[in-house]
């Protein structure tokens, strides 16, 4: 019988081609796609999220973790969009215009991921009309901003004035993050949520969507 326990263990410690052959393992014995991913893939992701949030894992462990839930959602993607599986809010996600700096970027992507996001990476450098199209174009519910410096963090305001000057501010939440930011410049320009970290970004992406924990 296939141990979703076990995907979730793998997973934390960050096996991942146990954690593929568990995967398959589970597909092939018929479970349904959207539980593995909920009770295997999430529910270690959430444990990773957790220890990374109290100083027990660091980033190169959650990397490692990152990497061996990729390896298994290979093997589920394809089939969580025939069993009609929706993800939980897609989230459009870059660093903020002339921040060239992305793993803390590609961490929070991870862990929105293993939450149960779709993730749209825009990547670094990402210019406010980079933004404004992709809402335009594509269903997002979030668009989240990051940046390591503070020459950058001005970047951000000019993203969420440019959603509101193209009329859809409103279309969706806004959350930046980042070395520098804080939660008293979110509220200054107006950004909907602040996440001072990986783990807790994903948490602050629920929070602004309604979803509960």
Do not use: C, W
């Not at 027990?56 to 589920?76: C, G, K, Q, T």
């Not at 901003?145 to 950058?152: K, Q």
């Not at 996440?195 to 970004?201: G, M, N, Y």
């Amino acid at each position: 019988m296939a141990d979703l326990q076990a995907v979730a263990e793998n997973l934390i410690k960050g096996n991942a081609p146990e954690v593929k052959r568990l995967t398959q393992e589970a597909v092939d014995e018929g479970l349904h796609p959207g539980q593995i991913l909920n009770q295997g893939l999430i529910a270690g992701m959430n444990v990773v999220g957790q220890k990374f949030k109290n100083n027990e894992f660091y980033v190169p462990e959650v990397l490692i973790a990152a990497r061996a839930m990729h390896s298994a959602m290979d093997v589920l993607r394809p089939l969580l969009s025939d069993a009609g599986v929706q993800e939980i809010g897609s989230i459009a996600i870059g660093t903020a215009k002339g921040d060239l700096h992305d793993i803390g970027k590609n961490l929070v992507a991870m862990m929105l991921e293993g939450a149960g996001f779709e993730v749209i990476d825009l990547g670094i450098d990402v210019g406010p009309e980079k933004f404004v199209e992709v809402v335009q174009n594509q269903k997002v519910d979030v668009v989240a901003i990051s940046a390591l410096l503070t020459t950058t963090m001005p970047g951000m305001k000019t993203v969420i004035e440019s959603l509101k000057s193209a009329g859809v501010r409103e279309k969706v939440k806004t959350m930046i993050g980042g070395a520098p930011v804080t939660q008293q410049y979110a509220d200054e320009i107006g950004a909907d949520g602040y996440a001072p970290d990986a783990a807790s970004a994903a948490d602050k992406a629920k929070e602004l969507l309604g979803i509960a924990g």
